[in-house]
């Protein structure tokens, strides 16, 4: 059997969460209430409903309860704001507390009654005492939440190598396994300087292209693979692979020549390679 969901993200969230509608139909773009572990939040519809199993779920699924209102949508825009204006001062807070602690951002649900500061640190915090301070002082409910560095990228914004804002910042990568194996699928330069981003982990956009070199290199031959052209027989020493095109050096006692053919035009021992 079947259940109807609705896709929503939460604000400053990249990630799509299943709701049931509970009933209700939404459009696109709408503002919705609905109820989380920690109280409700307005979200908004980015999947309209839709059939899915139950299977696929890794939580109990949460209802939307309705429509939010004008006057809720401008008070919650109003709070964010006010959240992340007390930035500054809790970075500054965080100093004066002594804690080994980065705060990256700040962020309100929308009545304010629970604030999340998001810090980043290399060891355990005990911020007890911390969030204790903060909700005397914001008089309202404090988390405090450590992240990641890819986490802290997203949150705080960043430009990668490339000069684009990074993959993550705009919900890019978050849920792929990023690994070494995939630079080495590429052909890319193993120097971290060359394929690490802001966030000092591997780049998000290893994982984008990967499944196409992952299938060139099925077909095409090993670099050091003896093969067979229309002008003889040499080694290969470097392949194309998004190209499709593979180089072949041929040795004599005269020359030693590189050519460049279509992967279709030289032949090797498939079972060799496997």
Known sequence: MQIEVVGVRFRHGLVTYSFSPNGG?????????????KGEDIV????????I???????????????????????????????ASFLPEI??????SGLEMKVVGVEANYDFSRMTVNFTSENRVDFRAFAKK???????????????????????????????ECCCSQGFGLSDHISIKM???????????????????????????????VEALKSMP????????????????????????VSVKFEDESSSEIKEYDEKDVKFDKRREN
């Open 183 to 213: 630079a080495k699928n590429q052909n890319l330069s193993l120097n971290p300087n060359s394929i690490s981003g802001v966030c000092g982990k591997l780049l998000c956009c290893l994982a984008y292209e990967n499944e196409a070199y």
């Open 91 to 96: 970075r500054k807070m965080a100093k004066e």
């Open 44 to 51: 908004t519809v980015v999947e309209k409903e839709k059939n």
């Open 222 to 245: 090993k670099v050091g693979t003896t093969v067979s052209t229309k002008d003889g027989t040499g080694k290969v020493v470097y392949n194309d692979l998004l190209n499709r095109k």
């Open 134 to 164: 903060l909700a005397e002082k914001y008089h309202t409910r404090i988390e405090l939440r450590q992240i990641g560095p890819r986490d802290a990228v997203k949150c705080m914004g960043a430009i990668g190598l490339c000069g684009k």
């Open 53 to 83: 199993d139950p299977s696929v779920l890794e939580e109990p699924l949460k209802n939307v309860i309705r429509l939010a209102t004008k006057q809720e949508i401008e008070k919650a825009d109003e709070n964010d704001k006010k959240a």
């Open 25 to 37: 139909k939404y459009n696109v773009g709408d503002k919705v209430v609905v109820e989380t572990e």
